[in-house]
C-alpha cells in the first residue's frame, strides 16, 4: 500500500471512528470540550479568567499527596479514581482559599488566584518528587501535567460523560441565577439570593471539569481549552445563553477535530494539537465574529463616519441657507460650506459625492451646489435634532451657550425617536413638528467642527 493509499484509509478510519481506541479519544475530547466551554463562560463573564489556572496548579499537590498515602498504606497508588478524589480535595481548598482571601483582605482576585496558584503548584511539584523516590509506581504521574490523550480508557470517557451531563443540566436549571451572578453581583444580594452558595456551586463545576479534564490535555493546556472557546464565542454574540451555548460547541468541536488530528498525524500529542485548534477558531472568530469580530467593530467604525460626515454636511449647508434667509432656494456656494466647517477641498469634495450618490444633492453647477426636497428634509430635521439637544443642555445640563455646539455634536448622531420625544416634551409643547427651533447661538461660518 503506498503512502497515499495509506494516508486515505487513515483518514477514513478516523473519521467515521472505526478503531476502538481512536474513538474513545475522540469522544472522550469532544465531551471534555463542551463542558470546559459551558463552565469556562462563567469565569469569562465573572472576569476570573485565572481561575481555571488557579485550579488546574491546585489539582496538582492532591494528585501527589494521595499517590503517597495510598502507597503507604499498601494501595494502588495509581488508581485513577483516587488521584481524581485527591485531586478534587486540593482543588476545592484552592477555590476557598482564594474566596476566604478575597474576603478577608483588601487583596484583589487577580492576586489572591495568583498567590493561591503558585504556592499550590510549587506545593505540587514536592510531592511528585517525593513520590519518585518510592521507586517506579510513580511512573506516569507526571502525565497530569502535560496531558496524556493515547492512555485514556474507557472510565475517563464515562466520567467525561457525566460531568457534561451535570454541567449541562446546571446551566439550564440555574442560567438565571448563574447569569445574575455574573452580570450584577450586589443586584443578587439585595434580592436575599444565596450568592455565596451560587458561587460556590458554580467554582465546584470549574473543578469538577478541570478534574476530569487533566487525564486529557494536562493541567497546563486545560486552562485554555477552558478560557479560549468562552472567548471565541464573545466575539459572535451579545446574548448570554447563545453565548454558552456557543462556547460549548466550539469547545466540542475544537476537541474533536484537535483528536483526530493527533490521530491521524504521528507523534502529535493530542492536548497541544486541540489547544491549537481552538486557538485557530479563536483567532477566525476575533477577526470575523458577527458581534465583536474586528471586521465588524472596522465596519461600524466607517458606517459610524460617514454617518457623522453625512450629518455634519447637511447641517453646515441648511444653517448657511437659514442664514441667507434664501426662502426656496436650496443652493450654498462651495466657499461658504469651506468657511462653516474645518473641511479641506477634497474632504468636502468626497462629502458632495456621497451626498449625490444618496441623492441629498440635484446639481453641481460651477461652484454652488443645491439640496433635493428631500436632502433638504433630511438637513432640517439633523439640524434639527441639533438644536434640541442645545436647548436642553442649556436648560437642564447648564452648559454654557459659546459651548453647547461643541457639546451637542457629540451626542446627536445617536438620537433616536424616542429620545426626540423625550426632548420635544422636556423642553416646550411648541417644538412639536419638523421645523427646526432657532438656534440657542450664533451660528459661526468658520472653525466649527
Excluded at 133 to 155: C, D, P, Q, R
Excluded at 201 to 214: A, E, S
Amino acid at each position: 500500500m503506498n503512502v497515499d493509499a495509506w494516508m486515505d484509509f487513515e483518514i477514513w478510519d478516523v473519521l467515521f471512528l472505526k478503531n476502538y481506541n481512536t474513538r474513545l479519544v475522540v469522544l472522550s475530547t469532544f465531551f471534555l470540550g463542551i463542558s470546559s466551554g459551558l463552565a469556562g463562560s462563567f469565569l469569562l463573564l465573572r472576569k476570573r479568567s485565572l481561575m481555571s489556572d488557579t485550579l488546574s496548579h491546585a489539582c496538582l499537590p492532591g494528585i501527589g499527596l494521595m499517590f503517597i498515602v495510598v502507597t503507604l498504606l499498601g494501595g494502588n497508588g495509581k488508581s485513577l479514581p483516587l488521584l481524581l478524589m485527591g485531586a478534587t480535595v486540593t482543588g476545592l481548598l484552592g477555590v476557598l482559599l482564594v474566596t476566604a482571601i478575597r474576603n478577608t483582605s483588601r487583596i484583589k482576585d487577580d492576586a489572591a488566584m495568583g498567590i493561591v496558584l503558585s504556592v499550590f503548584f510549587g506545593l505540587g511539584i514536592v510531592m511528585l518528587s517525593l513520590a519518585q523516590t518510592m521507586g517506579g509506581a510513580a511512573a506516569g504521574l507526571e502525565s497530569f501535567i502535560y496531558g496524556k490523550t493515547a492512555s485514556m480508557v474507557g472510565k475517563d470517557l464515562e466520567y467525561l460523560m457525566w460531568i457534561t451531563v451535570v454541567t449541562v443540566i446546571l446551566c439550564v436549571a440555574l442560567q438565571k441565577e448563574f447569569s445574575l451572578i455574573c452580570f450584577d453581583e450586589n443586584f443578587a444580594r439585595s434580592l436575599a439570593w444565596p450568592v455565596h452558595f451560587l458561587d460556590m456551586l458554580m467554582m465546584g463545576l470549574m473543578v469538577g471539569v478541570t478534574v476530569v479534564g487533566l487525564q486529557a490535555v494536562g493541567l497546563i493546556l486545560i486552562v485554555a481549552f477552558m478560557i479560549i472557546p468562552a472567548a471565541s464565542a464573545r466575539f459572535w454574540t451579545e446574548k448570554y445563553r447563545l453565548m454558552w451555548m456557543l462556547a460549548g460547541a466550539i469547545g466540542g468541536l475544537s476537541g474533536w477535530v484537535g483528536a483526530s488530528v493527533s490521530a491521524i498525524l504521528p507523534r502529535m500529542p493530542a492536548g497541544a494539537v486541540i489547544v491549537l485548534v481552538s486557538g485557530v477558531v479563536f483567532v477566525f472568530s476575533m477577526f470575523f465574529g458577527a458581534s465583536r469580530g474586528v471586521c465588524k467593530i472596522k465596519s461600524r467604525q466607517i458606517h459610524m463616519r460617514r454617518k457623522i460626515g453625512r450629518q455634519h454636511f447637511l447641517r453646515a449647508v441648511y444653517e448657511i441657507l437659514d442664514a441667507q434667509q434664501t426662502g426656496g432656494n436650496f443652493t450654498v456656494s462651495i466657499q461658504d460650506l469651506l468657511e462653516k466647517r474645518s473641511w479641506s477641498r477634497k474632504q468636502l469634495q468626497k462629502h458632495i459625492s456621497r451626498a449625490k450618490r444618496e441623492d441629498h444633492i440635484e446639481t453641481v453647477a460651477g461652484n454652488r451646489i443645491q439640496l433635493s426636497e428631500a436632502g433638504y428634509a433630511e438637513a432640517a430635521r439633523y439640524t434639527r435634532n441639533h438644536r434640541l439637544w442645545e436647548l436642553y443642555l442649556i436648560r437642564f445640563a447648564d452648559v454654557a451657550t459659546r459651548h453647547v455646539d461643541r457639546d451637542a455634536d457629540h451626542v446627536e448622531h445617536v438620537l433616536g425617536p424616542e429620545i426626540v420625544r423625550q426632548l420635544e416634551e422636556e423642553l416646550d409643547t411648541t417644538l412639536h413638528g419638523m421645523t427646526p427651533p432657532e438656534s440657542p447661538h450664533c451660528i459661526v461660518t468658520e472653525g466649527s467642527i
